[in-house]
């Protein structure tokens, strides 16, 4: 909620201090830089300077700073290498491992603008109609990926968006997917409703840029799809709930019954976890076999490895060390955020105070005093403005938190798909076992007949009918379990790697902003205090 | 002008040979002591003089004064020296709580210093009996002449005030004046619209730092809240990566104490003389209420006086033996109706020369404020620029090292 919030005060902010600096012409002449209201969003923070227009930093500054000076790293002008001065909305820079990572992907840029509100079609029940809002959603194609065309425009709702992420949820276990944006809060209010689509906008251009980075849900066709289709959203938006429902309904009589070999699940079907769907007797099956698992005396013959086991608890680790730091770093955000609000606020008052007192100035002290106030307003506004900007590029740095915060979730979900896979596998396992014991029973209660027993024997036969379709079904899920281990293993080794990296690269950037910010701020101010001296130099 | 400290006082040993020293005359308002149990709880201060003026005691005396006993000079002063601008006073407090927390004692005592001191640096205030009984008498003289003045019906000159003011409407309804009688000089009128004024933009420009400073606290919070969160992160990342964490976390925290502390110079030398100059203005509005009323009675006894004396002539006309009644009369109202005069025009006159001294105290007071503003924040700036300096030697490490490590 930081980000958003924050930019959204700072355009209110810039507009409003615009217009009462320019009314007042003690101002003007210092604080016409023209400052963008909010910092572009694709351009690395670590190089890329805000442009400010005329304002050269202070004479004082480099005696003031020893070198390194990390206000001239942070405020060099911008080079032409990169092109056009002010951001092209496409521009790369290789300085941080994300943008490396992004310039990879096919996606070269995604972009989520223009919310519109539509009335839902007729078939809606309420009358009057209920509204949703749609968004422009535009994609730049890196050259060279298979799709003709450079960019592509296309209308998306948010329900369109949870089908995305539904249908990546099945497609892509065992991956770390990032979350999706949260879905409706339930008192949101009207009142709030141009901040919540400005926030849900954001959220959902971040979330597309996350998938668009992913090594491999990046090329996946569902996005592809998402991002290119034009018209309605071509996914299914559900994965046959209705068929199965029926079938559960229809299957579990014949399961109870023991007609096994037409009850019998579909091996394919034995890939996706038991839980979404509507196979009862698989649930209850599983569940005891979990409850097994646990109580039971004897171990099940697959079991999960001691090095995954460590990882998932190191992931849990982390998951629970970032909620707080992410919180934090929110309301550390908000603070500064406070600070330079109040800050241009007193500017603006000692400005509006220097007007009164100049309407008729008689006594010279007057004067002085005004000149005095002057020098400190332009200075608090000032030093507003560059907390302010401070401020939009440690939104950006710290932004790795929520990031990661995402990843760890991601991360749970993943290994959650794992386990259930395994837990399918033991049951069947136990399935089989059970099964064959019967078999053998009635064979061995078969023989001792001469002859042979015909119901027992067509019985047997049956019972072999299912053998071999619970194998297949076990085949199937084994290899599902080690397709998802191999995602699993896949995904935290990348995410080892690129961790490292991009926290680093996150404490380097807050750090040295940080440094360069409050160089520049405290040189603003010593320039005033200097101006000042001679008054505590009088009193003393 | 005034600093908040005294000025060092003169060596009392000096060679008789060395020109004699310039007068001078300094206090100090200090030790802040709570006294009493419960509800009658309160707050002494120790009140030191230094001066070598021959109308005090001696070069040094201590008292031990209470928050009401500087009220008690106030309110005397403001009865005696009206035309001229009493310092004011800080306010009494509204609310229990806060009554003895530190912060408000301190903010209290300095202001109740400033405030002797620039009574005892105005030409015609230092002069004042009631600050030398206030300066040197013993704490039972002191009490007593506290109690001498606190009443249910107020002190007995506003009484008189009241009465004269009940009068003076009854006389206005009676003459058929219904408005108040003001002054037209449009340089009265110039300076009452500066002043009222003044008191509006000023108060917004206190709201503002008071709120700087609160916000200041708040950043301090919520960075120490961060640097914990970056501690605790870092114990679960890896080797040298989890070391810059601690750092961060531990660079945070430090900072956090730093903006505590600018949040309480802020409070202490920007907001307290913002506050000062609101209460400066307000005082000043006192006097113009004072010229107001003094104008006012000009103006009725000489219209009263000149009524008596057209039916002093009318008697005399006719040869009443009531003339020589109305003759004492109408003499005893015109020294009345001189005095009134001569009281407005000195409030007239004190104005003037007390408005272009509060100009330029307000320039000095106001200079050496944006100056400790500007030094405070400067100062801050920095601290913040070289904690984070720190951090990056342990960042430059951590690149060069292996990923994994």
Partial sequence: MGMDAFLGFASIWARKEREIVARSDAAASDCRTAMPSSLPSDVDPLLFPTPRGGDAPSPSSSSFLEPPSYADVVFSPFESSNGASDQGPFLRLDASPRSARAAASDYLRIAVSDPQTEVEAANSLVPGGTTYVTYLITTRVRPGSDDAGPEFSVRRRFRDVVTLADRLAEAYRGFFIPPRPDKNLVDSQIMQKHKFVEHRRLALEKYLRRLAEHPVIGKSDELRVFLQAKGKLPLPTTTDVASRMMNGAVRLPKQLFGE??????????????????????????????????????????????????????????????????????????????????????????????????????????QRIRAADTKNVATAAVKASRLYQELNAHTVKHLDTLHEYLGLTIAARSAFSDRTSTLLTVQTLMSDLTTLNTRVEKLEAASSKIFGGDRSRLRKVDELRETIRVTEDAKSCAIREYERIKKNNRNELDRLDREKHDDFLSMLKGFVINQVGYSEKIASVWATIAEETSRYARDNN | MISPETSPPRSSSQSPRSPPAAPFLSISVTDPVKLGNGVQAYISYRVITRTNLPEFQGPEKIVIRRYSDFVWLHDRLAEKYKGIFIPPLPEKSAVEKFRFSTEFIEMRRQALDIFINRIASHPELKQSEDLRTFLQEDEETMERARSQETGIFKKPADLIQIFKDVQTKVSDVVLGKEKPVEETDPEYEKLKHYIFGLEDHLAETQKQAFRLVKRHRELGQSLSDFG??????????????????????????????????????????????????????????????????????????????????????????????????????????KAESEQATRRFETIVRLMNEEIVRFQEQKTADMGLAFHQFAKGQAKLANDIADAWRSVLPKIEACSVSSPHG
Wanted: with cysteine.
């Fill in chain 1, 260 to 365: 096994w070999a037409a009850a019998q699940v579909a091996p394919q079907d034995i890939v996706q976890p038991a839980k979404g769907g509507r196979d009862l007797l698989r649930i209850f099956k599983e569940l005891k076999q979990a409850l097994v698992n646990d109580w039971g005396g004897v171990k099940p013959s697959v079991v999960e490895d001691k090095e995954f086991l460590e990882r998932k608890e190191k992931m849990q680790d982390l998951e629970r060390q970032l909620t707080p730091a992410s919180q934090q770093a929110e309301a550390l955000i908000r603070s500064q955020q406070d600070v330079s609000e109040i800050m241009g606020g007193l500017g603006l008052t000692f400005i509006k105070l220097i007007k009164f007192e100049t309407e008729e100035t008689v006594y010279s002290s």
């Fill in chain 2, 228 to 333: 914990k969160a970056m501690k605790l992160l870092g114990a679960c990342e890896g080797n040298s990566l989890g070391k810059v964490f601690s750092e961060l976390g531990a660079k945070s925290e430090l900072l956090s104490i730093k903006l505590q502390k600018e949040a309480h110079n802020l409070l202490m030398n920007f907001e307290e003389p913002l506050k000062d100059y609101v209460r400066a203005v307000q005082s000043i509005k006192v006097t113009f209420a004072d010229r107001a009323n003094a104008f006012r009675q000009h103006c009725e006894l000489a219209e009263t006086t000149k009524l008596k004396e057209i039916n002093l002539d009318k008697l005399n006309l006719m040869r009443s033996d009531k003339v020589r009644e109305a003759e004492m009369e109408y003499r005893e109202l």
